[in-house]
């Protein structure tokens, strides 16, 4: 989708001049006391259906760039693309290859195009992703065919949709702002001492936001019919402000969990 990389570069114009200073923030948060040490009160995870806030890890705020914009006309579907991200639109994770949620409100596209960038903006991976047509909340996980995530290191990631059947620039991005964290042995061993279930409520203690919503989705899948699972969903999505897709189908994230 070539539509997408001519406005690529308009919307990045802002990333070269602020990775310095983002990037000092996340090495003065590293040299402080880190999340991940942070210890978990295990009496507070046996209270997981009540405990899914998120809490924001210190690491600044991104710069701010295209964040759900629109071009040609795509101007009036607002709302209709919204990544499942906090606020700041920076997410932690742990994992080598993290997944990546996103929300669409009409079954209007076929295809998407995703774009993971370094610090450097140059590009790290590119694929068209096929979806269902059916409105819902969507996922894409990083293939292992990809280049691993490095620690420590931003990576900048879009996902663009076309409103247009031909190759335009009537396109609706949203992005985000992605870097993994090596866990401490501590938070190793409290996540392998515990069942699925109660995961989620650790990652999200430790401000690790991919590991949290993708383990709380996976429940969902497993588990449709608790109570418990979807309250911890609610709990996870309305601490980042996301309160609309709550209620929101999964799309197709059961059936690549399957």
Same mark, same amino acid.
């Not at 280049?147 to 879009?158: I, R």
């Not at 609309?244 to 209620?247: I, L, R």
């Given at each position: 989708m070539s539509?997408?990389?001519k406005n690529l570069?308009t919307l990045a114009?802002?990333?070269?001049?602020?990775?310095?200073?983002?990037?000092?923030?996340?090495v003065q948060?590293h040299?402080? $006391?880190?999340?991940?040490?942070?210890?978990?009160?295990?009496? $507070?995870?046996?209270?997981?259906?009540?405990?899914q806030?998120?809490?924001?890890p210190?690491?600044?705020?991104?710069?701010a760039t295209?964040?759900g914009?629109t071009?040609?006309?795509?101007?009036?579907?607002k709302?209709?693309l919204?990544?499942?991200?906090?606020?700041q639109?920076?997410g932690?994770?742990?994992?080598?290859y993290?997944?990546f949620?996103?929300?669409?409100?009409?079954?209007e596209?076929?295809?998407a195009?995703?774009l993971?960038l370094?610090?450097?903006d140059?590009?790290?991976y590119?694929?068209?992703?096929?979806?269902?047509?059916?409105?819902g909340?969507?996922?894409?996980?990083l293939?292992?065919?990809a280049?691993?995530?490095?620690?420590?290191?931003?990576?900048?990631?879009?996902l663009?949709v076309n409103?247009s059947?031909?190759?335009?620039d009537?396109?609706?991005?949203i992005?985000g702002?992605?870097?993994?964290?090596?866990?401490s042995?501590?938070?190793r061993?409290?996540?392998?001492?515990l069942?699925?279930?109660y995961?989620?409520?650790?990652y999200?203690?430790?401000?690790i936001?991919?590991?949290?919503?993708t383990?709380?989705?996976?429940q969902?899948?497993?588990?449709?019919?608790?109570?418990n699972?979807m309250?911890?969903?609610?709990k996870l999505l309305?601490?980042v402000g996301?309160n609309?897709?709550?209620?929101e189908?999964?799309n197709n994230?059961?059936?690549?969990?399957?």
């Open positions: 539509w997408m990389k570069y114009i802002p990333i070269s001049l602020t990775f310095s200073t983002l990037s000092a923030l996340s948060a040299s402080q $006391k880190g999340f991940v040490d942070t210890p978990v009160d295990t009496q $507070k995870v046996r209270t997981w259906q009540i405990s806030t998120f809490k924001t210190n690491r600044g705020t991104p710069p295209a964040g914009a071009r040609g006309g795509c101007t009036e579907k709302g209709y919204t990544s499942l991200m906090p606020k639109k920076l932690l994770t742990v994992n080598e993290p997944t949620f996103w929300h669409m409100s009409k079954p596209v076929k295809t195009e995703f993971l370094d610090d450097n140059d590009l790290v590119e694929t068209n992703l096929k979806l269902p047509k059916k409105p909340i969507f996922s894409f996980t293939p292992s065919e280049p691993a995530l490095k620690v420590n290191k931003l990576y900048h990631w879009y663009s409103c059947s031909e190759e335009t009537e396109d609706i991005t992005e702002w992605v870097e993994r964290t090596k866990p042995l501590a938070l061993i409290k996540l392998n001492n069942a699925p279930k995961r989620s409520k650790v999200a203690d430790a401000g936001w991919h590991e949290a919503i383990n709380v989705a996976q969902r899948c497993s588990f449709p019919s608790d109570s699972v309250l911890n969903w609610k309305t601490s996301l609309k897709v709550v209620s189908p999964l994230i059961c059936e690549i969990q399957s």
